[in-house]
Structure formats: structure tokens, C-alpha cells
């Protein structure tokens, strides 16, 4: 390839990653954790493809480098590299709420980047991974695969983590995240099989950037979807996934729209203060998603201390038990995390195509009956 070219290709990565970096610090990512790890992998992609264009600029001779730069620039962007995909790891595992360990983390971190370390440090007198002739040609050594060999380790136990997550049936709602997780470690992995074979590609330099990118418009799009309170789906999300199960109703399936609504919550919220109304308000979102996520269903804040579910049964399964379990779950939790006001809902639901033809009706039905039965319950 020509170097104008690849060099082009590196620049190009090295402008993104840093837009990415600085718009990644102010917004898009919701949790400090999660910010620092992306953030410092990004940082790491950063130095990855300045290194990488160094080390094109110095093998064409479009740069006189002397043979011990090159080796130092080639170090340089593999320890990069590696620690780009260790960060990667640990990003992905704050995501899916699955932490390894920090023991079993550090063993992972140690060992792969000493032997990448010790190889780095002596290839130029054993040859290893590489070495130079004395016309200062580039020549791979017999281990010149094990450079790759700790980052392909952490993306590789972060694919296959996600791709178990993805499969889980218990995370459907978090089906999209774990699928972009998958996705960006897939196609690093495959980029740096390819890197191996075809060393004037700059696959493995591009690969992370794309992949960073489309990991950090996921973001965007889930806290576009998300209520900044609960952390739950906001009101739009309910109606379009409402709007697109109607659409494609499942065979032997029915769909429900649930409605819950906290009893006297502006009096116990005036009573009590704000912040204690919003810790009422995230304990029942806690317990709404406990309830429903084993069930695939989808639940969110409509607004105000007015909750949502959105919710496929089987024909043999009873909607008034799954209602039943969402007052208990509800019940148990805001008493075991001793909130200062006892918190009791009212709930009402609609079958769509029998109690409505269409999704406004079917909100409104559900509505409705969840007004009656608040009324029943201030009785």
C-alpha cells in the first residue's frame, strides 16, 4: 500500500479516537467507571495508530530512522495495543455487570504482557519476533506471532463474554448492548488474523476505531432510550417496542400492556421531600425489572410515578399472576431497603386485539383500568 495512503488512514483514525475522547469526557457514557475504562482504551487506540504511522513513515524510508527507533516504535505499539484490549476488557466487563475478579484480572494483565515484554526487549539480539539485515529489511521472526498474543487474549475473553451474554435469555433487553459488545471484538479479532498475514494493511489500526465508534453511538442511543432516574426505558422506548410487537404479533402469544402507578405519591412526596419521593421512584423501577426481565418483558417509566410494562405470555400464562408479582416484588423490596413511606401501587392492564385494536386504544384501556382500580384501593 502506498505509504501516503496509509499514512492517510492513520490520521484519519488518530482525528476520530480524539473527537471520540473528548466527546466521550463530557457526555454519552453513564458511569464514571465505565468512562475511564472507555476512555483510557480509546487514549491507548490513540497512541496505537500514531506508533503505527511512525513505523510505516521509518520502513519505507520515507523517515530515516535508525534500526534500534524502529525497534522501540514497534514495541511501543504493540504494548499499545495490548493495553488498549486489556482496557477493552475491562470496559466490557463493568458493562455486563460480570466482574472476572481483580486476582484472576491481574494474572491476566501479568502474564501475557511479561512474555510480550521480555520478547520486546530481546528481539533484537535473539530475533525472535524480528530483526533487521544489515540493508535494514525487515525480517519476521519465528515468534513474531506472539506480539499479537496478549491482546488477542483480551478480546477474545471479552467476544466470548459477550457473546454469552447476548445468548443469556434473561438479558433481552440488554440484547442490543451485548450484540455491540460481540461485535467489536469479533471484528478486532478477525482485523489482527488478518494483520498477521497482511503486514502493509493497517487493518488492525482501523478495526478498533470503527468498532470504539459504534460501541460509543450505542451508548448515545441507550441513554436516548433510557429515564435518567430509574436507569430503566423512558416512555418512548415503551411505546415503540409496544408498537413494534403489535406489528409482529408471535404465534400462540399474547401481548399485554401493564400500567403502574404509586398510591398518593404527591402527598408522600410532599410529606417526605423529593430526594425520598426519587428513592421511592428507583426502588420500584429496581423492582419492575426484576419481575419482568426473567419473563423478557420490558418495562419502563412512563412518567411521573407512573411506570409501564410491555409484555408477551404465553396463551396458558396468567397476566393477573405476572400483576401479583410486580405489587409483591415492588412491596418486598421498598420494605427491605427500609424506605421512610410505605410505597403501594395500582396496577391495570390491556390485551391487545382483545380489549383494543390498536396501540393508542390499548394504552388507554390499560390506563383506564388501573384508574378503577386505584379508586378500589383508596377505599
Given at each position: 500500500?502506498?505509504?501516503?495512503?496509509?499514512?492517510?488512514?492513520?490520521?484519519?483514525?488518530?482525528?476520530?479516537?480524539?473527537?471520540m475522547?473528548?466527546?466521550?469526557?463530557?457526555?454519552?457514557?453513564?458511569?464514571?467507571?465505565?468512562?475511564?475504562?472507555?476512555?483510557?482504551?480509546?487514549?491507548?487506540?490513540?497512541?496505537?495508530?500514531?506508533?503505527?504511522?511512525?513505523?510505516?513513515?521509518?520502513?519505507?524510508?520515507?523517515?530515516?530512522?535508525?534500526s534500534?527507533?524502529?525497534?522501540?516504535?514497534?514495541?511501543?505499539?504493540?504494548?499499545?495495543l495490548?493495553?488498549?484490549?486489556?482496557?477493552?476488557?475491562?470496559?466490557?466487563?463493568?458493562?455486563?455487570?460480570?466482574?472476572?475478579?481483580?486476582?484472576?484480572?491481574?494474572?491476566?494483565?501479568?502474564?501475557?504482557?511479561?512474555?510480550?515484554?521480555?520478547?520486546?526487549?530481546?528481539?533484537?539480539?535473539?530475533?525472535?519476533?524480528?530483526?533487521?539485515?544489515?540493508?535494514?529489511?525487515?525480517?519476521?521472526?519465528?515468534?513474531?506471532?506472539?506480539?499479537?498474543?496478549?491482546?488477542?487474549?483480551?478480546?477474545l475473553?471479552?467476544?466470548?463474554?459477550?457473546?454469552?451474554?447476548?445468548?443469556?435469555?434473561?438479558?433481552?433487553?440488554?440484547?442490543?448492548?451485548?450484540?455491540?459488545?460481540?461485535?467489536?471484538?469479533?471484528?478486532?479479532?478477525?482485523?489482527?488474523?488478518?494483520?498477521?498475514?497482511?503486514?502493509?494493511?493497517p487493518?488492525l489500526?482501523?478495526?478498533?476505531?470503527?468498532?470504539?465508534?459504534?460501541?460509543?453511538?450505542?451508548?448515545?442511543?441507550?441513554?436516548?432510550?433510557?429515564?435518567s432516574?430509574?436507569?430503566?426505558?423512558?416512555?418512548?422506548?415503551?411505546?415503540?417496542?409496544?408498537?413494534?410487537?403489535?406489528?409482529?404479533?408471535?404465534k400462540?402469544?399474547?401481548?399485554?400492556f401493564?400500567?403502574?402507578?404509586?398510591?398518593?405519591?404527591?402527598?408522600?412526596?410532599?410529606k417526605f421531600?423529593?430526594d425520598?419521593?426519587?428513592?421511592?421512584?428507583?426502588?420500584?423501577?429496581?423492582?419492575?425489572y426484576?419481575?419482568?426481565?426473567?419473563?423478557?418483558?420490558?418495562?419502563?417509566?412512563?412518567?411521573?410515578?407512573?411506570?409501564?410494562?410491555v409484555?408477551?405470555?404465553?396463551?396458558?400464562?396468567?397476566i393477573?399472576?405476572?400483576?401479583?408479582?410486580?405489587?409483591?416484588?415492588?412491596?418486598e423490596?421498598?420494605?427491605?431497603?427500609?424506605?421512610?413511606?410505605?410505597?403501594?401501587?395500582s396496577?391495570?392492564?390491556?390485551?391487545?386485539l382483545?380489549?383494543?385494536?390498536?396501540?393508542p386504544?390499548?394504552?388507554?384501556?390499560?390506563?383506564?383500568?388501573?384508574?378503577?382500580?386505584?379508586?378500589?384501593?383508596?377505599?
Amino acid at each position: 500500500m502506498n505509504f501516503l495512503l496509509y499514512s492517510e488512514i492513520n490520521v484519519l483514525c488518530i482525528t476520530l479516537l480524539c473527537i471520540m475522547a473528548y466527546r466521550a469526557s463530557k457526555f454519552g457514557i453513564d458511569s464514571n467507571q465505565k468512562k475511564k475504562a472507555f476512555l483510557t482504551s480509546i487514549h491507548f487506540a490513540i497512541l496505537l495508530n500514531i506508533f503505527d504511522l511512525l513505523w510505516d513513515l521509518g520502513l519505507t524510508g520515507a523517515i530515516k530512522m535508525s534500526s534500534w527507533v524502529k525497534y522501540g516504535i514497534n514495541a511501543a505499539y504493540f504494548v499499545c495495543l495490548s493495553l488498549s484490549a486489556f482496557f477493552w476488557l475491562v470496559f466490557s466487563e463493568i458493562v455486563q455487570n460480570k466482574k472476572i475478579g481483580k486476582k484472576v484480572l491481574f494474572l491476566i494483565f501479568v502474564l501475557p504482557m511479561a512474555l510480550l515484554l521480555v520478547l520486546l526487549l530481546t528481539t533484537s539480539k535473539t530475533g525472535w519476533l524480528y530483526r533487521f539485515d544489515e540493508n535494514g529489511k525487515y525480517i519476521r521472526g519465528t515468534l513474531f506471532y506472539l506480539q499479537f498474543a496478549p491482546a488477542l487474549i483480551y478480546i477474545l475473553i471479552a467476544s466470548v463474554k459477550s457473546l454469552i451474554g447476548m445468548l443469556e435469555p434473561n438479558n433481552y433487553e440488554r440484547h442490543e448492548t451485548f450484540s455491540t459488545m460481540f461485535s467489536y471484538s469479533f471484528a478486532t479479532f478477525i482485523c489482527a488474523l488478518v494483520q498477521f498475514f497482511f503486514q502493509d494493511l493497517p487493518v488492525l489500526s482501523t478495526a478498533p476505531t470503527i468498532s470504539l465508534l459504534l460501541v460509543y453511538t450505542n451508548s448515545l442511543k441507550i441513554q436516548l432510550s433510557r429515564d435518567s432516574l430509574t436507569g430503566i426505558y423512558n416512555r418512548r422506548k415503551l411505546v415503540d417496542t409496544l408498537y413494534e410487537k403489535a406489528g409482529s404479533p408471535k404465534k400462540n402469544k399474547k401481548l399485554y400492556f401493564i400500567f403502574i402507578d404509586i398510591d398518593n405519591f404527591k402527598m408522600l412526596n410532599d410529606k417526605f421531600g423529593h430526594d425520598e419521593g426519587d428513592v421511592a421512584l428507583q426502588l420500584v423501577a429496581d423492582a419492575l425489572y426484576d419481575a419482568c426481565s426473567h419473563r423478557n418483558g420490558t418495562c419502563g417509566r412512563y412518567g411521573g410515578d407512573e411506570f409501564a410494562v410491555v409484555q408477551e405470555l404465553d396463551e396458558n400464562e396468567s397476566i393477573a399472576n405476572l400483576c401479583d408479582e410486580i405489587k409483591h416484588e415492588i412491596t418486598e423490596l421498598t420494605n427491605s431497603e427500609k424506605s421512610k413511606f410505605p410505597v403501594n401501587v395500582s396496577v391495570g392492564y390491556g390485551e391487545y386485539l382483545k380489549d383494543a385494536q390498536s396501540v393508542p386504544a390499548l394504552i388507554r384501556f390499560a390506563d383506564k383500568r388501573m384508574y378503577e382500580n386505584k379508586k378500589r384501593n383508596a377505599e
